[in-house]
């Protein structure tokens, strides 16, 4: 079974910290995603890399980065938090096969920033 | 820009059939995914469709793409209470295999 993991479930954050969000995937997948999920607005991506060091801007990349230094991490970066940053972090993770690619997600980080 | 527009609650008896429907704007998408996610749980491809074909039925799901309108829509026959989730439509973004374009997600709620 494909395992894709996050290192928090539950997160708070005071406003201006930095925060790190890790994820691991066990299947040797090319792609890995960051979304981050709020209510009434579905999954928004905010970074996507296709390989180790590659990286996309995906659509609301503002206030964040990422690290991807080895195949099966994907680290997400809140350089200063802020409380519009609430919300929950889904990490996915993809062959990067042609054709029917499905996405592997982990089980989420509920971020609150105060 | 891409969008897709679905629903964001459905409300259907149990045994009756659920159909949730999702409109999109770009018709290159390749391939059309419905991906589940269930309470405290993460999201899990569910079906999807291929953009040259008009219709795949699995077991309860049918799954209706009308191209010519950027319709598509999942069936759900003899509904459960298992089946109470959050069903995301989500197309492939032009241009690439990998990236998706992701609905705001119905909840599907059953009535007994």
């Known amino acids: 079974d494909v395992k894709v993991t996050q290192s928090s479930r539950y997160l708070v954050k005071r406003t201006g910290e930095k925060v790190f969000l890790e994820c691991v995937q066990d299947m040797d997948h090319e792609n890995m995603f960051w979304y981050r999920q709020d209510p009434g607005l579905g999954l928004r991506l905010i970074y996507f890399?296709?390989?180790?060091?590659?990286?996309e801007k995906g659509d609301i990349p503002e206030g964040y980065s990422v690290s991807r230094e080895k195949k099966e991490r994907f680290s997400l970066i809140l350089e200063s938090a802020s409380t519009n940053q609430t919300s929950m972090y889904l990490c996915?993770?993809?062959?990067?096969?042609?054709?029917?690619?499905?996405?592997?997600f982990g089980p989420g980080t509920r971020l609150t920033v105060l | 820009g891409e969008d897709v527009e679905q629903s964001l609650f459905l409300s259907v008896r149990e045994g009756d059939s659920s159909v949730i429907n999702c409109t999109y704007t770009?018709?290159?998408?390749?391939?059309l995914y419905w991906y589940k996610q269930e309470p405290g749980a993460g999201l899990q491809l569910l079906t999807y469709i291929f953009s040259n074909m008009d219709m795949k039925q699995d077991q309860r799901l049918t799954v209706l793409l009308n191209k010519k309108d950027k319709h598509l829509s999942l069936r759900i026959a003899d509904t459960q209470t298992g089946d109470s989730a959050i069903y995301f439509c989500?197309?492939?973004?032009?241009?690439?295999?990998?990236?998706?374009?992701w609905g705001a997600g119905t909840k599907l709620i059953i009535k007994p």
């Open positions: 989500a197309p492939t973004r032009p241009a690439s295999n990998y990236q998706l374009i």
């Open positions: 996915a993770s993809s062959p990067g096969d042609r054709g029917v690619t499905e996405q592997f």
């Open positions: 770009d018709s290159s998408s390749t391939y």
């Open positions: 890399s296709y390989d180790v060091k590659m990286k």
